[in-house]
């Protein structure tokens, strides 16, 4: 059986599939990827035809308010509060005093407005983000993402921008991975606040090294130039909100938002799942 055999066969089941399945499958994609994403959706029904559990320490849920964690997993989740930057959202080590720029915002000129996120890296943020992204539980993107709608969105008005779009991944590590975390995130924003998602105007050309390998002053090398605008048209005068997982030295957002404002935007946001605090900051 070819993939444009599996193609028609999927499409005619097409109300089964989650939205973010249907809409990108494609018979030009690899059979690899289709593949992985039904793999994905059989793991979403094996979850419902069994108990859930949290997905950080495997007790079952029952009635949790926040599926799918449990109530002592949710109280680990470190939100951000003030004091913070007013641009790019680092904590201040002392929890008196008021917001204001950073020294890096200060020296560096930021592309993006402002930059919030739903906690700190560690802790559950930290576990859910790794099982989302490398254990394949879609699950716990799809509970991230709404709660960066109900949360952070609500708290900064993150609700008024225009557009949508999620940092795009090389298709090589899409093919790998089998799903754009970005995107699972961005998807759940887009439908709590009925605002467009793009995913076709920021793309990734270079298939470059994991960030997470790389020191602070590479990151930024690393990235430069991987990204581009290939349909400006949709971004022109548009206040943009940037999602992705997590914001380490924001490297990655900073080249995504400077390739959107060099091609129209209006203005770009980010928004993400965590923040990684560094001890020097």
């Known amino acids: 059986?070819?993939?444009?055999?599996?193609?028609?066969?999927l499409k005619g089941y097409g109300p089964m599939f989650p939205a973010w399945l249907s809409e990108t499958m494609s018979?030009?994609?690899?059979?690899?990827?289709?593949?992985?994403?039904i793999r994905n959706v059989v793991g979403g029904i094996i979850d419902i035809i069994f108990p859930s559990r949290c997905i950080i320490c495997g007790v079952f849920l029952n009635d949790s308010p926040s599926p799918p964690f449990c109530t002592t997993c949710l109280s680990g989740i470190?939100?951000?509060?003030?004091?913070?930057?007013?641009?790019?959202?680092?904590?201040?080590?002392?929890?008196?005093?008021?917001?204001?720029l950073c020294g890096e915002c200060i020296s560096t000129e930021q592309p993006f407005s402002i930059a919030r996120a739903l906690g700190k890296y560690e802790g559950t943020l930290l576990t859910a983000i790794h099982r989302f992204k490398y254990g394949r539980k879609i699950s716990a993107g799809t509970a991230l993402g709404r709660m960066m709608a109900q949360r952070t969105c609500r708290s900064h008005d993150f609700e008024e921008f225009s557009l949508i779009i999620p940092v795009p991944l090389h298709i090589k590590r899409l093919r790998e991975r089998g799903f754009n975390q970005s995107v699972i995130l961005?998807?759940?924003?887009?439908?709590?606040?009925?605002?467009?998602?793009?995913?076709?105007?920021?793309?990734?050309?270079?298939?470059?090294?994991?960030?997470t390998k790389l020191k602070k002053t590479e990151r930024g090398q690393n990235v430069r130039g991987a990204f581009t605008v290939t349909k400006p048209g949709p971004i022109e005068g548009k206040k943009i909100l940037l999602i992705d997982d997590v914001f380490t030295t924001g490297s990655t957002v900073r080249e995504c938002a400077r390739m959107l404002i060099r091609n129209g935007a209006k203005e770009v946001a980010a928004l993400t799942v965590a923040r990684a605090i560094h001890h020097n900051q």
Do not use: W
């Open 186 to 211: 961005a998807r759940e924003i887009a439908r709590a606040y009925n605002i467009p998602l793009n995913l076709s105007s920021l793309e990734r050309k270079v298939d470059t090294k994991q960030q």
């Open 78 to 100: 470190h939100h951000i509060s003030s004091p913070q930057c007013t641009r790019c959202g680092i904590p201040f080590p002392d929890s008196h005093g008021e917001n204001h």
């Open 1 to 9: 059986m070819n993939r444009h055999e599996i193609f028609t066969i």
């Open 27 to 37: 018979p030009k994609l690899p059979i690899s990827l289709i593949t992985c994403r």
